[in-house]
């Protein structure tokens, strides 16, 4: 089992920058991949970024270019850098850490979500 304790969200203006961060603990040699979620209100929830443990990298197209995933192995933590944020990217962020990822990826272990809303 792995527990997974997210912070960094809140609340910004259009353009403005957050890093949400992932602590996670645990059977932590079961995560081969961990990734970023979000889900906004009557929509289901999303991947936005993911990384594997080798360091390769995806992006949802709608966060390319604004948003870096990246992970700190020694310190089993993951990071979600936000930049030139969006009202569209105002949803609940959740983390994953699991065997895999794709769009509408509901395996592996989640954090509880940290909310990440932008005003314009």
Known sequence: QVQLVESGGGLVQHGGSL?????????IFSI?????????PGKQRELVAAITIS?????ADSVKGRFTISRDNAKNTVYLQMNSLKPEDTAVYYCNAG??????????????????????
């Open 55 to 59: 360091g390769t990298t995806n992006y």
């Open 19 to 27: 890093r949400l961060s992932c602590a996670a603990s645990g059977n």
């Open 32 to 40: 081969a991949v961990m990734g970023w979620y979000r889900q906004a």
């Open 99 to 120: 065997r895999g990822f794709s769009n509408y990826y509901t395996g592996g272990s989640w954090g509880q979500g940290t909310q990440v809303t932008v005003s314009s």
